[in-house]
């Protein structure tokens, strides 16, 4: 009975340069969706301000689903060139998140179908990401160090890039919040000077022209406190995993590293957050405060951790 | 108001704990930017600053009494908010007292007009909630001709479960001391035929020195130079029979750039910069944009041709991808006994938990055969030769090609040469030496080197955590315990029937907590239910 033969080297590494050169081309065409996106999702905010008009929004909303579709073929790519789940180096983390924020976004954004601003940031922290990797890192698949061949390992990203996705979504509903309460006050103290300057009949404008009716608004915020609800859990797993998959490699679940504490930090500020909204006197300022804070710990976490670690000479066993 | 009171009443609240938080993230802060357990010398601060982290300790702010007492505070606050909250559940809660006023008076009622007979739509009402397993609270009905009720969903209240998961954090939080208390630590290098021991127990701990402390306060002070023994049934003995590394080649990407945007999208693309022989008509169009724009288009519509990206790698490349220590563990009384341990697979013995944390190895050195000693920085230096030598990675072990083959790697060790520069501006280039196999004499510099004996040795790191167990215990705890909290359906219905004139008038008051939890649903399934 005849067995497999296996591949000669030199197949194998052609079989790898068609794929790497296959993804690398892909990648640059879904930055190019996402920009695409970004642009008309900012177009719908411009067109909102004189109309009350959906259509840009919609076509910014069926780009956006064609670049995540881009970005699912090509994470699956890259799982099938390298055997394994495609976050073991920073390129392929960087990759990860960018669409893991894409899916969660498009999965709460069907509940608001006409609020486009969450898909200004969502679009844009995912063309940063995108951005990072391909100017920085190196694409290619590399084999897998012996500390980072554990299943802890595995779910550990997995929840934790999830919770992360969440959290973004949740500051972009957050920031969104913001933004139309403050234009809606912008644009109709505008409106209302220019009625009694020029004595005309403007139309004042109402939350429904940012796609939000105006009794559905606080519901739209009470989402962002429900994503970050359902992260928190989601952050804790990652801790918790992290720990474990820590103390079967390195002999200790904490180290006191410095993405270590990184990580405590971005649960700090969402347990600060969780417990600030239940204080009525403290949701209405705290509870944005302390969402856009824990967001922008998340960030420092998943990317500062390198730069602190070097800006400040500090070693970590996480910096890679 | 008696002190105890407010004091009871400032650790249950939860603006003290958003505080405490507050101020955890402060110290949190200090530690991610400030190298723990680090050396006043090595950092870059100086004056006031240098002298502010000198007095209040901040390099050992994880272990200092500030962070110490913040935690025995937030330890406090923790428990007497848990506390609070037990009580409150465990009190008996009033009935609720139902009326039309009741509802009048609250939010987000529902109000259903029904025709039908009133004892029927009650009975209708009350079973659909009975079905679904809702229980009763506690209520009473005022008014005539009117029926009410209060259900709750789930086996238990929902704050329990909060209860719960405060409750594990607490455990978390004995664990941590106790390993604060208790653990200790060590590393141990193991070359063949020089077996180690490790100690099972440790003077060391944090514990032992606070006892020394409290002693040596009443003024009852260990004797001098009291030499620490172990006794031989508290003690391992492990000898290296074998250690490998399992190595494959490390892929590189040819001619791509190391860093750019724009250059790596070039290479990506096969985007070519323009000549100078280039007509004025194609230097227009040959901008970036437009030559990006025209290959992409090329390449979908498959015109472009095979340009491909280049993966490959170079025999020197070596990526280490599994280390195991094949040791044999003997312990007091009892026979060797051979066991394996490699990364993420510890052995665990009598509470020891024994790492593969890294491996070392030795060679003998000849220069012109005369054997050299190498300084502990891996570098040496030959009389007669201007300049520095360095120790270089040593590759021994089994090399697994991509197509699946093995093969056994002959040793060799890389030396490094670095030139001595008279002018300390320009930096010196490391330069790579041949490489020197096991019991090979080469030429370099001038000089007949030779390596012999490498030998490969295991570093095992070992860890006593007694407080493990209990984090076990408590993680699992906490994260089920919030998951059902914020990702279940947790429901409290208030409903009224009244008796209008010709028809029955229900009013329904949901309040929900969890992420999945939605009111619309209920309202919708108890209207299919009395048929509205």
Not at chain 1, 68 to 73: E, I, V, Y
Not at chain 2, 266 to 284: G, R
Not at chain 2, 448 to 470: E, F, Q
Request: net charge positive; glycine share 6%.
């Amino acid at each position: 009975m005849s067995g497999i033969q296996p591949m000669p080297t030199m197949e194998i590494f052609e079989r790898d340069s068609v794929l790497l050169t296959l993804e690398l081309r892909l990648l640059s065409i879904i930055i190019l969706l996402y920009g695409l996106s970004c642009a008309t999702h900012i177009l719908q905010i411009i067109v909102s301000m004189f109309r009350r008009h959906f259509v840009v929004g919609n076509i910014a909303t069926y780009i956006l689903y064609a670049a995540a579709a881009a970005h699912t073929a090509l994470i699956v790519i890259r799982g099938i060139a390298e055997g394994k789940p495609p976050f073991q180096s920073k390129y392929e983390c960087l990759s990860w998140f960018a669409w893991t924020n894409v899916l969660t976004y498009i999965y709460v954004q069907k509940k608001w179908p006409r609020v486009h601003f969450p898909g200004i940031f969502v679009s844009m922290l995912s063309i940063a990401a995108l951005f990072i990797a391909t100017n920085k890192y190196d694409p290619v698949v590399t084999p897998v160090s012996p500390a980072l061949q554990s299943d802890w390992y595995e779910w550990h990203v997995i929840i934790a890039f999830l919770s992360y996705a969440v959290f973004v979504v949740s500051c972009s509903m957050e920031l969104s919040y913001l933004f139309i309460r403050l234009f809606n006050l912008i644009e109709n103290s505008v409106i209302i000077g220019i009625n009694k300057g020029f004595n005309t009949q403007i139309r004042k404008r109402d939350y429904l022209d940012y796609g939000i009716p105006a009794e559905a608004l606080n519901s739209f915020r009470q989402m962002s406190f429900k994503l970050v609800l359902a992260g928190f859990p989601l952050l804790t797993f990652g801790i918790v995993s992290g720990a474990a998959w820590a103390d079967n490699a390195w002999g200790r679940y904490w180290s006191w590293d410095p993405f270590e504490i990184l990580s405590l930090i971005t649960w700090t500020a969402f347990a600060m957050y969780l417990h600030a909204m239940s204080l009525p006197s403290w949701r209405r300022v705290g509870g944005s405060v302390f969402n856009v804070l824990g967001f922008f710990c998340m960030l420092l976490t998943f990317m500062g951790s390198g730069w602190l670690t070097r800006l400040f000479g500090l070693y970590s066993m996480h910096a890679y | 108001m008696n002190k105890s009171n407010s004091l009871y009443r400032i650790f249950s609240s939860t603006k003290t704990a958003v505080i405490l938080f507050i101020i955890l993230l402060v110290f949190y802060l200090i530690g991610s930017v400030l190298p723990y357990k680090g050396n006043c010398n090595n950092i870059t601060a100086t004056g006031t600053l240098l002298k502010i982290i000198k007095n209040l300790d901040l390099l050992n702010v994880y272990s200092g009494p500030w962070f110490l007492i913040l935690s025995a505070v937030f330890f406090a606050n923790l428990i007497v908010c848990t506390y609070h909250r037990l009580v409150h559940i465990l009190k008996e809660s009033q009935p609720v007292r139902l009326s039309t006023a009741f509802f009048s008076n609250q939010s987000n009622i529902v109000k259903m007009t029904l025709n039908g007979n009133f004892t029927e739509i009650s009975e209708k009402t009350e079973s659909f909630f009975r079905r679904r397993f809702y229980r009763r609270k506690p209520s009473v009905v005022v008014g005539d001709n009117i029926h009410g009720n209060v259900f709750v969903n789930g086996l238990f209240n929902p704050s329990w479960t909060s209860v719960f998961y405060h409750f594990s954090i607490v455990l978390t939080l004995i664990g941590c001391t106790i390993t604060f208390l208790f653990a200790f630590e060590g590393e141990v290098t193991i070359f063949p035929d020089k077996p180690s021991e490790v100690a099972l127990i440790s003077k060391d701990t944090n514990w032992n020195k606070c006892v020394n402390s409290v002693r040596s306060w009443f003024g009852k002070t260990e004797p001098a130079q009291k030499e620490w023994i172990v006794p031989d049934d508290k003690k391992l003995v492990l000898s290296l029979k074998e250690f490998g590394i399992k190595y494959t080649p490390r892929p590189k990407l040819k001619d791509y750039p190391r860093s750019g945007f724009i250059p790596r999208m070039n290479q990506i693309w096969n985007i070519q910069k323009p000549s100078t022989s280039d007509t004025d008509e194609e230097k227009i169009f040959s901008s970036w944009l437009f030559k990006l724009i025209g290959n992409i288009a090329k390449t979908l519509l498959d015109t472009k041709g095979t340009h491909t990206l280049s993966v490959f790698s170079t025999e020197d490349t070596f990526f280490p991808i599994g280390y195991t220590s094949r040791l044999a563990l003997k312990e007091h009384d009892s026979s060797e006994r051979e066991i394996d341990i490699e990364v993420n697979s510890p052995l665990r013995q009598r509470g020891i938990t024994l790492y593969q944390s890294a491996y070392d190895y030795k060679f003998d050195l000849f220069i012109n055969d005369a054997k050299v000693d190498i300084k502990e920085d891996g570098k040496f230096t030959v009389s007669g030769i201007d300049g520095t030598f360095e120790k270089g990675e040593i590759i021994k072990g089994i090399f697994y090609d991509r197509n699946g083959n093995t093969s056994e790697i002959k040793p060799f060790v890389k030396l490094y040469y670095t030139p001595s520069v008279s002018d300390k501006k320009l930096p010196s280039k490391k330069e790579d030496l041949v490489h020197f196999e096991d019991g090979q004499v080469k030429e370099a510099k001038g000089v007949k080197i030779a390596v012999k004996n490498i030998t490969a040795g295991t570093v095992l790191s070992y860890r006593h955590d007694p407080g493990l167990r209990l984090l076990w215990i408590a993680a699992p705890m906490f994260f089920f315990g919030m998951l059902y909290r914020a990702w279940g359906r947790w429901y409290t219905v208030y409903y009224l029937i009244e008796k209008a004139c010709q028809n029955v008038n229900l009013y329904l008051r949901i309040q929900k907590k969890g992420i999945w939890a939605d009111e619309n649903r209920i309202i919708k399934n108890l209207s299919k239910r009395l048929a509205l």
